[in-house]
């Protein structure tokens, strides 16, 4: 068998501050297209951008072998391979190891510790017979002693991780491992390895780095194979680093594998030959051995390997690349252009997939956010009301869904133009990140004063992925979900469905619900990227077991409030979503434009626990539509975004009585409107010495209009507009990896949803009265990573928020909303995440929050009440998380995770209180695999220790029906199995 392998090898000098990336990626991909090699092994891609918009070059030409989320940079090791699809190599699987040996910890300027440096393991096929590719990058020289030790120790893991494939196989490793040939551990590379440049090296007497005869890129073929070949190399040079391409010059190797005569095969063929001829009983005998040694050594390891439990699997992940907080993840889409986490001055957290499944069952939002600094999110598994997410105390008011923040999935809203956001369409078993930011940001995304949510769903992969999960758990809970990734005709195709069925802790609280997921993304010859998504969500039922007084909790946590009962207080939903992006790169590498349209149809109806003559049923039709278009323009040291929004939203809103859950007389017909457009645009610039400058504004007018269709009470149209000017200055400095500091003077703006601009005599129409919020708010932070064992965030921030909206009750339970004067809050926010060893990851989040009510005077019951001093409902003064995860690489891990929050008010009065709990969760499983196939079961408590809590809080609620008790104990199980 002959093997010929055009490879190329490349460090393209991925260093962040390196001057005009892009451009010259584009050069390097363009030399790349220029010599076709059958496979493109590349080191230094740092960050997801890069990488991404190094593939977009080829045009589907190469497929990508990609290296997983990890390391300061973002992705794990720098590292990336490319097969040429015309090439005849088919791509088989992909892994990595990391490196356990690295910089000292405390050395942060040591960049290396910091990039979580391995192995990327490729393995190819090639008409039949199985070849595996190696790359890597190791430590560099730094300093005094050149880190001798750890590249040694590295070396050494290379070549276990050579030994681990299997001995028939040809096996080549290539990349920069920053040893030079006259070194004394070079020797560790010479004994696995045949290094395949020697030739061409000596003749040339040249290196691989730009500007110095430093030899330290290699192209090597394992030893001991059965294996030889022969390689003409040439050199790509760079004249200087970055002209035209890197610091280093990239390996063209062309390379030529043939098998040579194994051992069986010389033994069968001396026994042929001696067979043919004349023979002793000596011949025969030693011809005898010589066939028994084989058989007696492979018989030798079948019984070492049966009594060590197993046949031998492929590498084990990292155990510390799971999940987290993502404080040293450095891929930021916050400030609408994908950049450095730690170097946007925002207060950002990120949620990776592990963490939002390990988190709990995975059925609700709220679990994958509890340990994020700043936010405090509840729920009591109401499935008609939505858990409840509040940051920096918006939101924290909300009756059902999320108000004041801001949510995309993909890029694209899931926040309506009237401010209101649904959480039911979002599976979180596809989800593969959550990103939050902290503090009004309106100066980019328009209304919400808390910030923004930003998650991303499952990508296409490169291969065909498919997994499948199944849960069972407390209270008749049962889960079922699939997800299948893969590409196919140069089309990303992303497929997932997923059925939930709970039974319910409390009496009145089933649900039902199944979500559809689909994505195609394809990128054009021009370097277009397009991505189509369709999602649905169909919810035939969802009961409401309604607050109860804190007597009726005390008597029985699990019963449902009587009302909601006679009523049958439930909801169902059916809804569709279909979005298109697209991001195109403008000429001369001179920036992006990307653009998002979606279309959204929602048709929902619910029962309410209002008696009559309030008309508790209610029959919506919705139907909202919208683009965004986003104009991402570097120019000189600054760097420029401009862009609109541009949404409408049309909703038929029917009212009827509701008799004992049933039907009756029609009380409210009308359409609603609602339009926004939000024109933005922002600066950053580079002022140098570390220092950087953000300014930008949001100009946003929303329009609301009700057209009033029944005659019963006269006509109640009315047409309202909102208008604000959002204006935004921060102020970044960055010392190093381990430092940046950041100061932020922002604003909010959040419109009231048709919902609260419902007035309080019932007849329909809106209510003129309303007005929206409106936020300054001042932050100071830090944030930065030492070595990969460290990372740190912290904040300080001042906030002035204007007419609250808050809701309140009236005597038939039917709840409404007014203005409250002002409000201000003060609170710090900090988060760790400290690597304890290998395997063992500690990560912590404290929240302190003093929000008290300024100028705050209403009537209750005709008596004036002045609320001035008064602590707003529903947010804790005190919290805290904590997370311990261990993780073995035979694949057994457990994660101990606890949270604590302090006593809440639950009324504007202050008047009552619902107590804090300390609250711990512990979730354990492990993996199997075998081939291509990992079975992962799983069990988890949440609350094992047994602490009664409420859930969810409803504020201000009338008759004292603040509390939905949460489960005292869950337990929870199942089994994962993914075909990689």
């Not at 990336?21 to 890069?50: K, N, Y």
């Not at 593969?432 to 009004?440: H, K, L, S, T, W």
């Not at 019963?559 to 569709?576: I, R, T, V, Y």
Request: net charge neutral; glycine share 10%.
């Amino acid at each position: 068998m002959k093997i010929d392998l055009h490879l190329l090898s490349w460090n393209l000098h991925g260093v962040p501050s390196a001057p005009r990336v892009w451009p010259r990626l584009r050069r390097s991909a363009a030399e790349i297209l220029r010599r076709r090699p059958a496979v493109v092994l590349l080191q230094e891609i740092r960050r997801p951008r890069d990488a991404d918009f190094l593939v977009a070059q080829f045009s589907g030409q190469y497929l990508r072998v990609d290296a997983p989320p990890g390391g300061l940079l973002g992705r794990a090791g720098g590292l990336m391979g490319l097969v040429l699809r015309a090439s005849g190599f088919r791509i088989e699987g992909s892994s990595f190891e990391p490196y356990q040996a690295h910089a000292p910890g405390w050395k942060f300027w040591q960049g290396d510790g910091l990039s979580e440096k391995g192995i990327q393991r490729i393995d190819l096929d090639y008409q039949g017979q199985r070849l595996v590719l190696l790359n890597s990058h190791l430590q560099a020289s730094y300093g005094p002693g050149g880190y001798s030790e750890i590249r040694r120790a590295q070396l050494r893991q290379l070549a276990r991780a050579a030994a681990r494939i299997d001995a028939a196989l040809p096996v080549v490793a290539a990349g920069d491992l920053n040893t030079r040939p006259e070194e004394e551990i070079y020797s560790e590379i010479d004994a696995t390895f045949r290094d395949l440049a020697t030739d061409f090296r000596h003749a040339c007497a040249c290196g691989t780095v730009s500007g110095r005869p430093q030899w330290i890129d290699y192209v090597l073929l394992r030893r001991g194979g059965g294996w030889e070949a022969s390689a003409a190399i040439e050199l790509i040079r760079s004249p200087q680093r970055d002209v035209p391409f890197s610091d280093h010059h990239g390996i063209d190797a062309r390379i030529s594998l043939s098998r040579v005569a194994s051992g069986a095969r010389r033994r069968r063929q001396w026994l042929g030959k001696t067979l043919r001829g004349p023979s002793s009983r000596r011949d025969w005998l030693r011809a005898v051995a010589r066939l028994a040694r084989p058989l007696l050594s492979g018989f030798a390891f079948a019984l070492t390997i049966s009594t060590a439990g197993g046949a031998p699997v492929r590498a084990a992940p990292d155990p510390d690349a799971g999940p987290g907080l993502g404080l040293t993840s450095l891929d930021s889409e916050s400030a609408r252009s994908p950049g450095r986490l730690l170097e946007t001055p925002l207060s950002i957290s990120v949620v990776e997939a592990e963490a939002v499944r390990e988190a709990g069952p995975a059925i609700e939002i709220e679990a994958a956010l509890q340990g994020v600094p700043g936010v405090f999110a509840q729920s009591s598994l109401n499935f008609a009301q939505d858990p409840r997410i509040s940051i920096r105390g918006f939101g924290a008011r909300s009756t059902f869904g999320v108000r004041g923040i801001r949510v995309l999935v993909d890029g694209v809203p899931n926040t309506l133009p009237d401010g209101q956001t649904e959480l039911d369409s979002i599976d979180l078993g596809f989800v593969d990140r959550i990103e939050v930011v902290r503090g009004p940001i309106s100066s980019l995304y328009g209304g919400g004063g808390g910030g923004v949510v930003m998650i991303e769903t499952a990508a296409p992969s490169l291969e065909p992925r498919i997994r499948a999960r199944t849960l069972f758990g407390s209270d008749q809970l049962f889960r079922q979900e699939a997800l299948y990734t893969g590409t196919h005709a140069k089309t990303g195709v992303v497929a997932a469905l997923g059925f939930t069925n709970y039974g319910g802790y409390r009496e009145h609280a089933r649900a039902r619900q199944t979500n559809l997921l689909t994505k195609f993304e394809r990128t054009l010859p021009d370097g277009t990227e397009l991505r189509l998504n369709f999602s649905a969500v169909w919810a035939p039922e969802a009961q409401d077991p309604g607050g109860l007084r804190a007597s009726e909790v005390a008597e029985d946590r699990t019963q449902a409030a009587p009302f909601n009962l006679a009523q049958d207080a439930s909801e169902k939903l059916d809804q569709q979503k279909l979005s298109l992006a697209l991001a195109r790169p403008l000429p001369g590498d001179n920036g992006e434009l990307r653009a998002w349209f979606w279309a959204l149809r929602r048709d929902f109806s619910n029962k309410l626990p209002i008696p009559s003559p309030r008309f508790g049923q209610v029959d919506l039709e919705r139907r909202v539509g919208g683009g965004s278009v986003v104009l991402d323009y570097p120019w000189g040291r600054s760097n420029w975004l401009i862009g609109i929004d541009v949404d409408i939203q049309r909703d038929r809103r029917r009212r009827y009585e509701n008799i004992d859950g049933a039907r009756g007389d029609l009380g409210l017909d009308q359409h609603e409107t609602v339009r926004t457009i939000g024109p933005f645009a922002q600066v950053d610039l580079d002022l140098g010495d570390g220092f950087g400058l953000v300014a930008g504004a949001r100009y946003d007018w929303t329009e609301f209009k009700v057209d009033d269709d029944f005659s019963g009470h006269g006509d109640q149209s009315a047409r309202i507009h909102f208008r604000a000017l959002s204006p935004r200055f921060g102020l970044r400095f960055r010392r190093s990896p381990a430092f940046h500091a950041y100061a932020n003077l922002t604003t909010g703006f959040q419109v009231p949803t048709t919902t609260q601009l419902a007035p309080a005599t019932g007849i329909g129409g809106f209510d003129p009265d309303i007005d929206p919020e409106r936020t300054v708010g001042f932050e100071i932070g830090a944030k930065g990573a030492v070595a990969e064992r460290f990372a740190y965030e912290l904040a300080v921030f001042s906030l002035e928020v204007r007419d609250l909206i808050v809701p309140f009750t009236d005597e038939s339970d039917q709840t409404f909303a007014r203005n409250a004067a002002k409000a201000h809050r003060l609170g710090l926010e900090a988060a760790s995440s400290l690597r304890l060893r290998q395997g063992l990851v500690l990560r912590t989040s404290y929240t302190y929050s003093d929000f008290v009510y300024r100028d705050y005077e209403t009537r209750e019951d005709g008596a004036v009440q002045n609320f001035d001093g008064n602590r707003e409902p529903n947010v804790p003064v005190h919290s805290f998380a904590g997370q311990l995860r261990w993780e073995h690489r035979s694949g057994l891990r457990a994660v101990l995770s606890a949270r604590y929050f302090s006593d809440l008010e639950v009324d504007d009065a202050n008047t009552a209180t619902s107590g804090g709990a300390l609250i711990s969760d512990l979730r354990v499983g492990t993996r199997f695999s075998r081939g291509d196939l990992e079975f992962r079961p799983f069990l988890g408590v949440r609350n094992w220790t047994g602490v009664k809590y409420n859930g969810t809080i409803r504020p201000n609620a009338r008759f004292g029906r603040y509390y939905e008790p949460a489960p005292r104990s869950e337990i929870f199980g199942g089994w994962e199995i993914r075909w990689l």
